[in-house]
């Protein structure tokens, strides 16, 4: 028996899968590697410090291994500073991030949502940039309810975190057409196919105990070590890029046939996470590198999976995402270990082609007569905020059972399969609430995402969902002046440089650098084709608005008829262009 170095769990050497491909002797893993191995499929010591009462915290080791079932421990940065001087223990609570494959819900599911987030999650809800949402300000005490709670209506936050695939995201929303269902169907299909089989989950959170010991063929695909790093998976209906296709690991591009879907291209080795100061880390678009028919899709999964499973660095976290083991291998030589395990050559790259990676605000009939509305949320925020009370019209028109309800990648919500008689009651109920669905103050807000950041993350440098909105404000004075409110730009920010609303491939990015500081970027392409690039490094609100007033107003006079922002950057050399659209030098 070994012991992990942080946690003191235990590890048995001999009782470990060792049918992979790794390199490192098991005795040399690096510490995350070893406490999975350690920790008998994610289970580890979670129930102690669950009912630790003297600490409102985890462990170190515990945390890490929650992170698998969907729970961050984060402190409440607002109060860090305080609590330090007050010599107190950090604020701490707890993130829950559910599982949601292609962000479905149904009106019961809703209601639980919302009053879990009203009972335990400081009266909100947060939608993210991956179709899901997310519960802050959870205490320890109670996160069992929470699961319980979402068990109850069959939801669950397997794998929304840790080294394993992640929600599986699906470009929105199957009532338009036959094709946006039946890809929805596959995508659910993916997610039940790639989530982790361990019992550890229900036996921590319902206390469930398992059939049978778990042994070394308790995890057939993932084995002990699980994946280097998180793994994420996604799949596009052209002609819409929603769900940035370009920045998932692994990527399913529909291609139809007469309206019925035939197959996918496949993407593979995209990411934006990236580390200030560490070129070494960088964000990378994903290359397409062939054709597959729906019926290789699950073998197609097994394959790029398990060729990053076994190759995918182990040793050096920052290096750990397929992204890296894509280039350090190079794509030609992954394509072929990839086909070498399904045992069949990929077909050549069909054509597609995206036009946008926003939301279309609004009512749409779809194909199967039923009525959609997809509500603009700024950043994915539930909340009853002065007279918007958004949060209660949600929960109103879940109680009629007067629609599904489906997230959106771009944070926002999609009230769908609306019957046409009612469709006038949903308005009524967003009117009396404040809520109107596509009166949003310029397209440029209209187009924006922003990440959490403070008070909860943990990685935060500067704010962003907290901030982006009154930065837009002052930069739709701009918009004003130079005509352009009604100009689609995409905009994103984030605190840190992770890059968790994809600000990389943002027509104007913000990244978080120190409170009130950010990079500046610029550039990319409209629909999520192009990475942007850094402009300026660490500046604040009055240069932001500086620059921008500059090249919005060069914008307004020298594009070329339907020119993006963002290519007419690229165009008249604010930016150069990023030619590999891969590689990312500061
Ligand atoms: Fe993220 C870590 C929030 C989408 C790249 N992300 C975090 C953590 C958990 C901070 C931490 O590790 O302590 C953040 C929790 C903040 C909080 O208080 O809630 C966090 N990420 C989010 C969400 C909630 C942002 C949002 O405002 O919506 C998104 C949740 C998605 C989901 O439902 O699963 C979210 N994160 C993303 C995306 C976008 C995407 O996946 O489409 C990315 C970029 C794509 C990618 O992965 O390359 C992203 N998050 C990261 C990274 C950088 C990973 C890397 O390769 O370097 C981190 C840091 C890490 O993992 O070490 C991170
Ligand atoms: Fe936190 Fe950084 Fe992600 Fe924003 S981008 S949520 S600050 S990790």
């Known amino acids: 028996m070994a012991t992990t170095p942080k946690t003191g769990l235990k590890i048995d050497l001999h009782n470990t899968d060792r049918s992979r491909d790794i390199s490192q002797p098991l005795e040399k893993l690096a510490p995350e590697e070893a406490l999975k191995v350690g920790s008998d499929y994610l289970k580890g010591t979670i129930e102690l410090d669950l009912i630790d009462e003297i600490t409102a915290a985890v462990d170190e080791g515990n945390n890490k291994l929650m992170k698998f079932h969907g729970i961050y421990m984060q402190d409440h940065r607002d109060f860090r500073d305080e609590r330090r001087k007050q010599k107190l223990e950090p604020l701490y609570t707890f993130m829950l991030r559910a599982r949601l494959p292609g962000g479905v819900c149904t009106p019961e599911q809703w209601l639980k949502i919302d009053e879990l987030g009203r009972l335990h999650g400081g009266n909100t809800v947060r939608l993210t940039t991956r179709q899901t949402f997310q519960y802050?300000?959870?205490?320890?005490?109670?996160?069992?309810?929470?699961?319980?709670?979402?068990?109850?209506?069959?939801?669950?936050s397997k794998a929304a975190c840790g080294d394993v695939a992640r929600t599986v995201m699906s470009g929105v929303h199957p009532g338009l057409s036959t094709l946006h269902k039946q890809v929805y169907e596959q995508a659910a299909l993916t997610s039940d196919h790639v989530i982790h089989k361990t019992s550890a989950y229900e036996e921590v959170?319902?206390?469930?105990?398992?059939?049978?010991p778990r042994g070394d063929d308790h995890e057939p695909f993932y084995g002990r070590q699980y994946m280097p790093r998180k793994f994420k998976i996604g799949f596009a209906v052209p002609p819409s890029n929603d769900i940035d296709i370009y920045s998932q690991d692994l990527g399913f591009i529909a291609i139809a046939s007469g309206g019925k879907l035939v197959g996918f291209n496949v993407t593979i080795g995209g990411?934006?996470?990236?580390?200030?100061?560490?070129?070494?880390?960088?964000?990378?678009?994903a290359d397409v590198i062939g054709f597959i028919t729906v019926d290789q899709l699950v073998p197609t999964l097994d394959a790029v999976m398990g060729v990053q499973r076994d190759y995918g660095a182990r040793d050096v976290r920052a290096h750990s995402r397929f992204k890296y083991t894509v280039d350090d291998k190079g794509v030609d030589w992954i394509k072929a270990a990839i086909e070498d395990r399904l045992g069949f050559e990929l077909g050549p790259v069909k054509p597609y082609e995206f036009d946008s990676n926003g939301d279309a605000f609004g009512w749409v009939t779809g194909d199967d007569k039923l009525e959609h509305c997809t509500l603009w949320i700024e950043n994915g925020r539930i909340i009853d905020a002065g007279d918007r009370r958004?949060?209660?019209?949600?929960?109103?028109?879940?109680?009629?059972?007067?629609?599904?309800?489906?997230m959106t990648p771009n944070q926002s919500l999609i009230l769908s399969d609306?019957?046409?008689?009612?469709?006038?009651?949903?308005?009524?109920?967003?009117?009396?609430?404040?809520v109107a669905p596509t009166q949003i103050s310029s397209q440029l807000r209209a187009n924006s995402m922003a990440c959490v950041a403070l008070p909860t993350c943990a990685l935060a440098m500067a704010e962003s969902e907290?901030?982006?909105?009154?930065?837009?404000?002052k930069i739709e004075d701009l918009l004003g002046k130079y005509e352009l409110l009604d100009e689609p730009i995409t905009i994103r920010s984030t605190g840190c440089p992770n890059g968790c609303a994809r600000p990389y491939i943002a027509e104007i990015a913000l990244t978080g650098r120190a409170p009130g500081k950010y990079n500046l970027y610029l550039g990319a392409g409209f629909h999520g084709e192009r990475l942007n690039k850094m402009l300026h490094e660490n500046v604040g609100e009055e240069k932001i608005l500086a620059t921008l007033d500059e090249t919005l107003g060069a914008f307004a006079k020298g594009r070329n008829e339907g020119e993006h922002f963002g290519d007419f950057c690229v165009r008249t050399g604010v930016v150069p262009e990023v030619k590999e659209g891969r590689f990312f030098n500061d």
């Open 136 to 156: 802050h300000y959870l205490s320890k005490d109670a996160l069992r309810d929470v699961m319980v709670g979402l068990r109850e209506v069959g939801l669950d």
């Open 205 to 212: 959170w319902f206390g469930e105990k398992p059939s049978e």
């Open 271 to 285: 990411g934006m996470g990236r580390t200030d100061r560490a070129p070494e880390t960088y964000p990378r678009l």
């Open 390 to 406: 958004l949060m209660t019209a949600l929960r109103e028109i879940a109680k009629a059972e007067l629609c599904v309800f489906r």
């Open 418 to 434: 609306v019957k046409p008689a009612d469709r006038a009651k949903v308005d009524a109920i967003l009117e009396a609430h404040n």
């Open 466 to 473: 907290r901030y982006l909105p009154e930065l837009i404000t």
